[in-house]
Each structure stands twice: as C-alpha cells, then as structure tokens.
C-alpha cells in the first residue's frame, strides 16, 4: 500500500508528465472532434474510447478526412501519458470543389499527431494517381524504435464539382 506521500508524489509526477506532454494533437491544426463513444467502462476513471476527428487538407480545398482513433482511459489515459495504440481507421472525401493550393510531394504529411509522450506519432500522408486522377491517403504511425505495420488507406477521385465543367489533374500538381 502506498502512503499518502507517496501517492501524492506519483499524482504529482503523473500530472507534470501531462503538462510535459502538451497537446497530443499539435503538429498542424487541431482536428475536428466528431464524437467520442465508450468501449471500456472504468468505475473512477475516464473510459477507454473511440473518437471521430475531422481535418481539411492544408493543401488541397475542398477535401476532408476523417480518423477514427482509440482513446485509452484509466488513470494513464487521464493524464496525457498512456501510450496510444496504432489502430486507426481513415476515410478522405471531396466536399467542395477541390482546388490546389501548392505544388506538393508524393508522401506529403497533412497531419501528424503524437500518440505516446515521446516515440510514437500517426501520421495521414497524401499523394497522387497521376494515371487515374485520384488523391491517395495513407495513414499508419511510427515509433522512434519500431513502426507499426497497421494503416489505412483512402482515395479521392477528382471530380467535376457542379457547372465547373473539367476537374483539375493532380498530376499537375505534384512536385518534381
């Protein structure tokens, strides 16, 4: 059994690591948060959960992906430094008419998030099917030590949007 000293330290310790660790969701704007929903109850502690976000492209208008990723509960998950796992599901779709902003590079990062309080980030990297006109996006995560093989992929064809008429060729687009 721990003394309450000591159980004040570890709170204390635990809750510096969570202000060390900042925002988990920091690299590029801050995504859009859809809905949580509980899949684990804990009694005294927040649950585990899977929550739905939101983000646009920065480069590319006119196109959305949402992530689904689990959110670890207990007393870890409460403050900040519960390392995530790798599971994350992803679906990109055209909303508007797309419209490029930059050139960008086949892999470009749209979003990257930290998943652990050092090692492990997730990232959603984007490319392009230059003979198919579609944008592809991937997302998987990686660790300083070891990656994980667990990803997602989704793709957005490049459509007319309404009266424009002819939809843009990402190839057109992409650097080098």
């Known amino acids: ?26 690299d590029s704007g801050d995504p859009d948060l859809i809905f949580r929903k509980s899949t ?15 983000i646009d492209d920065p480069s590319v208008e006119g196109v959305a992906c949402y992530y689904t990723i689990p959110e670890k509960g207990g007393v870890a998950g409460m403050f ?3 390392e995530e ?16 902003k930059d050139k960008f590079e086949q ?3 749209v979003f990257r998030e930290r998943r652990s309080l050092i ?15 579609v944008l592809v996006y991937m997302v998987y995560s990686d660790k300083l030590i070891e ?11 490049i459509q007319p949007w309404g009266a424009s008429g002819e939809a843009l060729k990402c190839a057109d687009f992409v650097k080098g």
Do not use: E, H, W
Request: hydrophobic share 45%; with cysteine; net charge positive.
């Open 1 to 26: 059994m721990l003394s309450i000293r000591s159980r004040s330290f570890v709170l204390g310790a635990l809750a510096a690591f969570a202000l060390v660790a900042g925002s988990a969701r920091a």
């Open 40 to 54: 684990v109850f804990k009694l005294l502690t927040p649950n585990d959960k899977l929550a739905t976000y939101a």
């Open 80 to 82: 900040g430094v519960a």
């Open 85 to 100: 796992a790798s599971d994350v599901s992803l679906a990109c779709r055209q909303y508007a008419p797309i419209k490029f």
């Open 107 to 109: 892999g470009d990062v």
């Open 119 to 133: 090692f492990k980030r997730m990232q959603i990297v984007r490319g392009c099917d230059a003979k198919r006109n």
């Open 147 to 157: 990656g994980s093989p667990k990803n997602s992929t989704s793709t957005v064809p």
